[in-house]
């Protein structure tokens, strides 16, 4: 169910173990925009690359995410994160280097970065997701789109295929010896973003392909999973006029002017340590009241510093696309014109300043961090306030799986004939800090291990029985495979 990575992963190594396979997709368009088709193309490990021994990586999933990570996800990425790269490269995905540092070797070609906006077509996720559906073909695999999956069917505590609703307001249902479901998150749907993540959804900006509603999730836990890390979600610092201007997502970020400086609500006090970095902030942000509520406030030296230091960074890029940035000689009057409290934000600044002078930034409240780059002054005027809200771009939490992408059930067991892979899943991603661990990764390993558990568990065993019926359907058609 779903084809962006995860989905075509899972199907392409099923089908190349010589498992019969369809794949359902619930929209019609032969290039349908999922966030796999969106995306940056970087394949990287918690921001690192991927050709060191898997026992560093692993260190490095445990540092990125506060040692909260699942052992069995950490094992699984961190041994297979090279192998995934090598077997698309087998599938004819090509990749380049995007820039000097290790976690940029392995970038889809031609590449999506750095662009303006949302350039897909024949670049990165496009070419990817043509390349292997391209493969699916060759193994007499089907993608089937227009089919959205809204129930597992279970007998006997295993489950045995899927129903849906199909184009056309038709039903379908299936028999599978083994389901992987792979929606890619719940980013897109406000209920579940107000249960989990935020209580003002519509102001979170949709850094992403809207397809991620949380009906794998929902599915799941309606025959027993369990879910885990569900708080938390990969995001950047956007521009608050995206909000209205969808020019300004999903570049550029202002993450690197937020962690060179102060991110203030709108009582004029800091909200969270800066020294993070941008997905900690996000997530912080959209739990406030309001997310929509939060200024970067900076001085010249900084936006002509941190805010450069990008291919698509907020200096020039967020004001040439009509980003809002209220500047002014004075503090006060920066104050005046953002809105902000002049004491507050007086204070503020005075504070983290001293804090810069004494070298001390852990006595600030909340206490900040040393960042990766340093903190900046906020001392000669121009002054700057830029508006921001949290982009989210995929929901880290959801189904929880073992190390076989197999979806476990609340007592921690695995519910036979079921496996969730990519967004959809949960426990590698998360922790205090909102650690990243890598969108790309996470997809193309889960995939991958989803079905080779299911071939080696059941081709060796000699049965997978699948079968299709759509009812409504005025033609009738039904069809019948068996490996
Ligand atoms: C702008 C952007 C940049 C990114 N850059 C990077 C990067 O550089 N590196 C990185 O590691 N990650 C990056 N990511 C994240 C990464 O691309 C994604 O996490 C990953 O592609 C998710 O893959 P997926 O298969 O789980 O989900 P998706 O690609 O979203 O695919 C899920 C599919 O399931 C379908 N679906 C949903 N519900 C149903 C249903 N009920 N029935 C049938 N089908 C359904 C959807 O329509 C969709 O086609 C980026 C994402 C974005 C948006």
């Known amino acids: 169910m779903g084809a962006g990575l995860a989905g075509f992963a899972a199907a392409v190594r099923a089908a190349e173990q010589g498992l019969s396979v369809l794949v359902f997709e619930k929209l019609t368009d032969a290039q349908h925009i999922c966030n796999s088709r969106l995306t940056g193309g970087i394949f990287h490990v918690a921001l690192h690359g991927l050709v060191d021994p898997p026992a560093l990586i692993a260190e490095r999933i445990r540092n990125a995410t506060g040692g909260t990570a699942e052992p069995a996800l950490v094992d699984a990425v961190s041994e297979d994160a090279l192998r995934l790269v090598r077997w698309l490269q087998l599938q004819g995905i090509r990749f380049m280097k995007s820039g000097r540092e290790p976690w940029q070797d392995f970038t889809l070609a031609p590449p999506a970065l750095p662009q303006f906006g949302r350039q897909w077509k024949g670049r990165a996720g496009d070419v990817m997701l043509l390349t292997l559906e391209a493969r699916l073909g060759k193994h007499d695999g089907r993608v089937l789109r227009g089919h959205r999956a809204t129930r597992l069917a279970m007998q006997d505590g295993r489950c045995t295929g899927l129903e849906g609703e199909a184009a056309g307001g038709t039903s379908f249902s299936v028999d599978a010896g083994?389901?992987?479901?792979?929606?890619?998150?719940?980013?897109?749907?406000?209920?579940?973003?107000?249960?989990?993540?935020?209580?003002?959804?519509?102001?979170?900006?949709?850094?992403?392909?809207?397809?991620?509603?949380?009906?794998?999730?929902?599915?799941?836990?309606?025959?027993?999973?369990?879910?885990?890390?569900?708080?938390?979600?990969?995001?950047?610092?956007?521009?608050?006029?995206?909000?209205?201007?969808?020019?300004?997502?999903?570049?550029?970020?202002?993450?690197?002017?937020?962690?060179?400086?102060?991110?203030?609500?709108?009582?004029?006090?800091?909200?969270?340590?800066?020294?993070?970095?941008?997905?900690?902030?996000?997530?912080?942000?959209?739990?406030?009241?309001?997310?929509?509520?939060?200024?970067?406030?900076?001085?010249?030296?900084?936006?002509?510093?941190?805010?450069?230091?990008?291919?698509?960074?907020?200096?020039?890029?967020?004001?040439?696309?009509?980003?809002?940035?209220?500047?002014?000689?004075?503090?006060?009057?920066?104050?005046?014109?953002?809105g902000l409290p002049q004491h507050a934000l007086a204070a503020e600044v005075e504070s983290y300043n001293a804090a810069i002078a004494a070298n001390d930034l852990a006595r600030l409240w909340p206490p900040r961090s040393e960042p990766k780059s340093a903190a900046w002054p906020i001392r000669t005027g121009p002054f700057h306030a830029l508006p921001i809200v949290p982009g989210i771009t995929y929901t880290m939490g959801g189904i929880r799986i073992d190390g076989d992408s197999r979806v476990l059930d609340t007592n921690g067991s695995p519910i036979a004939g079921l496996y969730a892979a990519g967004a959809a899943t949960g426990g590698l991603e998360g922790g205090p800090r909102s650690g990243y661990v890598g969108g790309l990764i996470k997809a193309g390993v889960t995939g991958l291990r989803a079905s080779e558990h299911i071939a080696g568990k059941h081709v060796a065993g000699g049965h997978i029985n699948q079968s299709i019926n759509t009812t409504g359907d005025t033609h009738g058609r039904s069809r019948q495979a068996t490996v």
Not at 184 to 213: D, V, W
Not at 250 to 273: C, E, K, N, T, Y
Not at 287 to 297: G, R
Request: net charge negative; glycine share 10%.
């Open 178 to 338: 083994a389901v992987v479901v792979a929606d890619g998150g719940f980013q897109a749907s406000h209920s579940l973003l107000c249960e989990h993540i935020t209580p003002q959804p519509a102001h979170l900006k949709q850094r992403n392909a809207q397809t991620g509603m949380g009906d794998a999730l929902s599915m799941a836990r309606a025959v027993g999973a369990c879910s885990i890390g569900i708080g938390h979600f990969y995001g950047h610092l956007l521009s608050r006029t995206s909000l209205d201007n969808d020019a300004l997502w999903p570049f550029p970020w202002a993450d690197d002017l937020a962690r060179s400086s102060i991110v203030v609500g709108s009582d004029g006090h800091r909200i969270a340590d800066e020294g993070i970095g941008g997905v900690y902030l996000a997530n912080q942000i959209a739990k406030l009241p309001d997310p929509a509520s939060t200024f970067v406030i900076f001085d010249d030296a900084t936006w002509n510093g941190p805010g450069r230091l990008r291919a698509m960074s907020a200096n020039p890029y967020m004001t040439d696309a009509g980003g809002k940035l209220y500047s002014a000689s004075t503090l006060s009057e920066l104050a005046a014109i953002s």
